[in-house]
């Protein structure tokens, strides 16, 4: 098959998962054409199957707002004639699918037929697709795609409620590289960061208000209270200054570890001890199943998709949005019984080998093969 495929270039959870699909999609043999306003951060890689086009905008005085959804259209126009592509699967509602319709209506009119997918990640839906200015566009853009995934059953019936949605929606997990994510022995680093043995709390997210980074601190304090502890955040965002000034005013500064962006997150989750998410909104929490793949049991919030991947009392623990003291007892129950921690931790191994990719990606490729 010939794909293309239109992502956000960030570390965001959507870009990172459509990568991370078409560069397995290519492995497999299928040519995919990655089409972004940037190279997509995990594209990493080189292989004779994938290929990458810039959308390129036209700067003009009068333009005030870079016109990005018509240049993505006219791009995908472009490419779709020149490169013969069979499909195109576009993540993230806004403004990819908006700018696919574009595309499609305009080949329709020279003859060449496009399927589009789109796959819903989350905040495209919960919360920026709620926003009044985008609701009728995104509506309108599910309803018109040929075929349309979510990440999860929660992201799927909250599409359903909230949108006047006339069609199906199919529900393709995340998914997880076991040949990255593996529990690695990184003995060497766990003495650089914890020399007594303390026990490795972790965070990774975009420090974005909906990620509750300061409830991380909030917990990860209690926790220290009562057990010898280091706190690692990974990421930066928005967030990041409120949660350094919290830290100083916790006064736990001198154990928690603001790591910023880091490409081997991998290496950081197989020395930690446990996995803290209690994030506001969560359509899947891709960050969790990675720990979760690295052996790092799951402290959350119940909303969203997070029930759909962290099993409460046996891969972690899942509290109600904001109740840090429930959060904080369930983390120092595990830290303080080594059996019930060890057991938690092969649990939540076994869990994310459910979401294996090697049996994700047939899913997208039989849903694909129904477009063509
Ligand atoms: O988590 C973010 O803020 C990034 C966001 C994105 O779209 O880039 O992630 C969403 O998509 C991920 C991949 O499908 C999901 O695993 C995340 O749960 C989801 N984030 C939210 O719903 C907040």
Redesign the pocket.
Known sequence: MNIGIVC?P?Y??????ATELGKALARKGHKVHFIAYRQPARLDIFNENIYFHEVGIAQYPLFEYPPYETALAGTLVDIVKFEKIDLLHVH?AIPHAASAFMAKQILKGQGISLPVIT?L????I??VGKQKTYTSLVEFSINQSDGVTA?SES?KNNTLDFFNISRDIEVIP?FIDFNRFNKLNKEHFKKAIAPNDEKILIHT??F?K??RVKDVVKIFSEVAKKIPAKLLLVGDGPERGNVEELCRSLNTCKDIRFLGKQEAVEELLAIADIFIMP?E???????A?EAMACGVPVISSNV??IPEINIQGKTGYLSDVGNITEMAANAISLLEDEGKLSAFKSAAYTQAKQFDISSILPKYEDYYNTFI
């Open positions: 956000y960030t965001g959870g959507s870009g990172v998962v993230y796959t990640h989350g905040t495209d919960t919360l990440v992201l995340n997210s975009n974005r909906v990620k994030s909104s969560e359509s899947f929490g891709l960050a199943l969203g998709g």
